[in-house]
């Protein structure tokens, strides 16, 4: 038996990728927040991913991956049928959702693949939910259908209009809560900017706040301490005392300035990856 197996793989939209992973033991422990981390080959870099999806009885996760250096360049090649070559988790804390009667999910480009197993977490759990989901353009949406079912509301936003409504996912947060709807709780996932604008509006409203942190990750126990955050002046692991913080403590802007660190190193691995994939074709 293989370990790992990709059992369905398709694409969401030109830059990101859905799998759906034979991982028995892992659907069975998994929840909403919680991450795992991957090898694509016995060479591969390792990649953290957040869980998108699970069902315990056929024993599968669901992962969703943008395509944005070599390790997802590598992995986008793998095709059903094959195997990955490791696949660890559950890792971070689950979200804490139970008790909550009313929540606003707000998801940002590829943040929804995170955002969407917490709403329908909260939906399953008897919630009233509502979802504001954008994007830059239409050709970037995701899991549209996959919010519909699990919403009360559903918002969908785009930067420049070319579907749903034209704005930024703040703008629909702020007429929600214009309408007189009052949230236990709103829960952002997405680009750590968004994720800043969006805390801000929840601080102004006094509602409590809490964002998915995704630094550079790469042992996943803490001890390389990659990931790490200013978090009500401490510091914290995303790994193990996350992903999800109060989104009043974090330190966005120290946050912000560590992610740029590698870029550089990831335009490089993505170029090299392009270079290999084109020896391939001659």
Do not use: W
Not at 28 to 37: D, L, R, S, Y
Not at 55 to 61: H, L, N, P
Request: some cysteine; overall charge negative.
């Amino acid at each position: 038996m293989k370990l790992f197996r990709i059992v369905k793989k398709e694409a969401l939209n030109p830059t990101v990728g859905k799998m759906v992973i034979e991982a028995p033991l892992i659907a069975k422990k998994a929840e909403p927040g919680q991450f795992v981390i991957l090898r694509s080959n016995e060479d591969s870099e390792r990649i953290p991913l957040t869980i998108g999806d699970y069902d315990r009885e056929k024993g599968t996760i669901t992962i969703i991956y943008q395509i944005v250096g070599g390790g997802t360049m590598e992995l986008d090649r793998k095709k059903e049928g094959e195997s990955l070559h490791d696949f660890v988790g559950p890792l971070g804390v689950a979200s804490h959702l139970e008790g909550l009667k009313k929540v606003a999910v707000v998801g940002g480009g590829v943040g929804c693949a995170i955002a969407y197993p917490i709403a329908k977490k909260l939906h399953e759990l008897g919630s009233e939910v509502h979802s504001i989901v954008g994007f830059r353009n239409k050709d970037l949406v995701i899991l549209e259908e996959d919010f519909k079912a699990v919403s009360d509301k559903l918002v969908m936003m785009t930067d420049d209009g070319s579907y749903g409504e034209k704005g930024l996912v703040t703008h629909a947060l702020e007429n929600l809560i214009g309408e007189g709807n009052q949230y236990d709780e709103i829960i952002a996932i997405g680009p750590v900017i968004m994720m800043k604008f969006v805390t801000e509006v929840a601080k102004k409203h006094n509602i409590k706040i809490v964002v998915s942190m995704n630094p550079i990750m790469i042992d996943g126990t803490g001890m390389c301490g990659g990931c790490r955050l200013t978090v009500g002046g401490e510091t914290k692991f995303a790994c193990v005392d996350g992903p999800d913080f109060d989104g009043t403590l974090v330190d966005f802007d120290e946050a912000m300035k560590r992610g740029g660190m590698y870029k550089e190193f990831e335009q490089h691995a993505r170029e090299a990856e392009c270079n290999l994939l084109k020896k391939e074709v001659e």
